[in-house]
Nanobody
Framework: VQLQASGGGLVQAGGSLRLSCAASGGPFSAFHMGWFRQAPGLEREIVAAIDWINNAKYYTDSVRGRFTISRDNAKNTVYLQMNSLKPEDTAVYYC??????????????????WGQGTQVTVSS
């Protein structure tokens, strides 16, 4: 399974970006998908996740109401729409896929496949 993340860039505070993560080589419709981020000197943290069974969504508190995760199984792609961006959102964003019926969105150790990361930089 390969995950290809794209859509990062430089944006001013208050702006928007949409990240995409295209999956290949596996049954995307049976993957739980997550977006994580890692800023310099900090641990990787969950941003948002979506399961494959019920399309349930999880958001970390700092992005709830500003970010929206979605998936298009026909295109094997998961998206992260990021609005009202803040400088503290600056990080490398990674998509990840978890196989299985039990959804554990917050634990990066439970994800089986990772994309290469895309840089998001928000200027003040």
């Amino acid at each position: 399974v390969q995950l290809q993340a794209s859509g990062g860039g430089l944006v001013q505070a208050g702006g928007s970006l949409r990240l995409s993560c295209a999956a290949s080589g596996g049954p995307f419709s049976a993957f739980h998908m997550g977006w994580f981020r890692q800023a310099p000197g900090l641990e990787r943290e969950i941003v948002a996740a979506i399961d494959w069974i019920n399309n349930a969504k999880y958001y970390t508190d700092s992005v709830r109401g500003r970010f929206t995760i979605s998936r298009d199984n026909a295109k094997n792609t998961v998206y992260l729409q990021m609005n009202s961006l803040k400088p503290e959102d600056t990080a490398v964003y990674y998509c990840a896929a978890e196989i299985g019926s039990i959804w554990r969105p917050r634990d990066p150790d439970k994800y089986d496949y990772w994309g290469q990361g895309t840089q998001v930089t928000v200027s003040s």
